[in-house]
């Protein structure tokens, strides 16, 4: 198993500019999830997903939109890229909960740059 | 309020020497679960242990030690005769539910650990 992956690894923007940051898990999770991390910080959750077709908002979703359209992908689309933006990026999923139990696995990351 | 309080933002300690790192947290909820990840210069996030509020056995695993106490909210990690290796950004974690069905994990700012030989 691969676990999470997330592409690219660094990306710079513009501000204005739109991408996506990737993520997929071969687990077969349900849940996934995409938190930012700025410098000196904890991780702060932006969006969340219990499964394809359903999302719902973290702590900081301004300025993102996910979709879950299959179970591994769990994409995150920057629309306007602000300076604000400036963080790294990680995606983690963890198995069907029914209490909050389940350990979350982390991918990688995505450090991203906005100029 | 769910919130989670690593007071201590940098640790520096000599090779060998024992380090304790501390976890405060507040959470209305009567369950819940409590974690602790390592965050190395690579970046990326390792998971160390779960707990969850019904068991407060102290918890070992090599040098690692977890000493959770409800009464005080704390749940606090332990490294004995550290190692440069052990070197790293240490998070502690709580489960907090985000809506109806969903559950995030609420950060603390974590401690920067930082052993020299």
């Known amino acids: 198993n691969a676990g999470v992956t997330q592409t690219p690894k660094f990306r710079i923007l513009k501000i204005g500019q739109s991408m996506t940051l990737q993520c997929a898990q071969d687990?077969?999770?349900?849940?996934m999830y995409w938190y930012r991390q700025d410098p000196g910080m904890g991780l702060k959750l932006i969006y969340y997903s219990v499964g394809a077709g359903i999302t719902d908002k973290g702590e900081v979703p301004n300025g993102y939109n996910v979709s879950r359209s299959t179970t591994e992908d769990f994409p995150l689309r920057l629309e306007l890229a602000a300076p604000s933006q400036t963080s790294v990026y990680f995606c983690?999923?963890?198995?069907?909960?029914?209490?909050?139990?389940?350990?979350?696995?982390f991918g990688p990351g995505t450090r991203l740059l906005v100029l | 309020a769910q919130k989670v309080t690593q007071a201590q933002t940098e640790i520096s300690v000599v090779e060998k020497e024992d380090v304790t790192l501390d976890c405060v947290y507040e959470?209305?909820?009567?369950?819940?679960?409590l974690f602790w990840y390592k965050q190395p210069p690579s970046g990326e996030l390792v998971f160390l242990i779960r707990?969850?509020?019904?068991?407060?056995q102290n918890e070992i695993s090599g040098r690692y030690s977890w000493n959770f106490q409800k009464s005080t909210s704390s749940f606090n990690f332990t490294i004995t005769a550290s190692q440069v290796v052990d070197s790293a950004v240490y998070f502690c974690?709580?489960?907090?539910?985000?809506?109806?069905?969903?559950?995030?994990?609420?950060f603390g700012k974590g401690t920067s650990l930082l052993v020299t030989p």
């Open positions: 983690a999923s963890s198995p069907r909960t029914s209490g909050g139990e389940e350990t979350q696995y």
């Open positions: 974690a709580l489960i907090f539910l985000n809506s109806n069905s969903g559950y995030a994990l609420n």
């Open positions: 959470t209305r909820d009567t369950t819940y679960y």
């Open positions: 707990r969850n509020s019904f068991d407060e």
């Open positions: 687990m077969n999770h349900n849940y």
